[in-house]
């Protein structure tokens, strides 16, 4: 019998090839899997599984994960409030890294003796998918036909073509990554240091101007409704996706570390994280206390970049995760925003746990909870050990 090989299939000419190679090159039994993470249609998984199908495979499958990316990945992107270098909400990598995880775990199943992926020797993913295979499958040994072999787009197609598989592609002006947590954009402007997108390259074009204000509920750091009617977070998330794309909001360009130690820069549309985690930000700034906030922005900065390097195995993630939940007790309410072509605005928050409240004072006018008597003293005792550093050091100098 011949032994089994899962590849992670995408249906385009990398993955094609590979199915082709594991098949006649290795005499493997190839069965191909697509993990959805929200970012392909039923239409477009139909037409992936149509490609596998012709090119051969022993089975195709489709591993629907997108509830589970959320509760295991995404919710803590939001209550992190994780955004690379201040800039990039982790559109693909967190995608990329529950992908392989979720392919791992489809390899056990199909008890598989290999398992391949179409990444090149030059990205990140490449080294996501290698490290939680090693991680999850330390028995089952990894091929990569691409970036072993090192073929040109044209050497693919050619050997397709030899193999009796017609394929010819025009090569895409712009590779386009959509997922349930935004959309990366590649091109030659994202090559160099100087160059912006131009409008043709983003997928959603801006097609509202006219602003309008929603109102996001939010139950203990998670989106669970908008306008006050009650959504699940998935949907509310595909919701405001929806609303917010259209005006251009969440457009940007990332530029950060990879994994293998070189700069890149990446475009991406992603109005509904950009939308969430602002929104959800500012809630916590009136619900939470100063040194909750200062310890979530150390954590969630450290959870969002070990997430984005693949270590997303590590027990350490388990443990900042406990923390960031138990954070979010009292982040609950809703938060008021304004919706204008290329940003979005807070207008405010409403909600029972705002530590803002009049009751104890209006900050630069009124108190209720303290004297002049008391600022007076405790102003002596806050500043007291720094007082007598500058006396000491003077008489020192």
Partial sequence: MKKKVVLAFSGGLDTSFCCIYLAKDRDLE?????????????QELLEIEQKAIKLGVASHAVVDETSAYYEQCLKYLVFGNVLKNGTYPLSVSAERVFQATAIAEYVKKMGADYVAHGSTGAGNDQVRFDMIFNILIPEVEIITPIRDLRFSREAEIEYLNKHGIEYSVQKAQYSINKGLWGTSVGGKETLTSNEMLPESAWPTPVTSTEPITIRLNFTKGELTGINDEPLNSVTAIQKIQEIAQPFGIGRDV???DTIIGIKGRVGFEAAAPMVIIKAHHTLEKHTLTKWQLSWKDQLGSFYGNWLHEGQFHDPIMRNIEAFLTDTQSSVSGT???????????????????????NKFGSYGEMNNSWTGEDVKGFSKIFGNQTMIWHKVNQTKS
Wanted: aromatic share 8%; proline share 3%; charged share 15%.
């Fill in 30 to 42: 190839v069965h191909t899997v697509i993990v959805n993470t929200g970012g392909f249609s039923d």
């Fill in 335 to 357: 938060v008021i925003v304004e919706l204008h072509p290329y940003r979005s605005v807070i207008i405010g928050i409403e909600s029972e746990y705002d530590l803002m409240s």
């Fill in 254 to 256: 990332h530029v950060g």
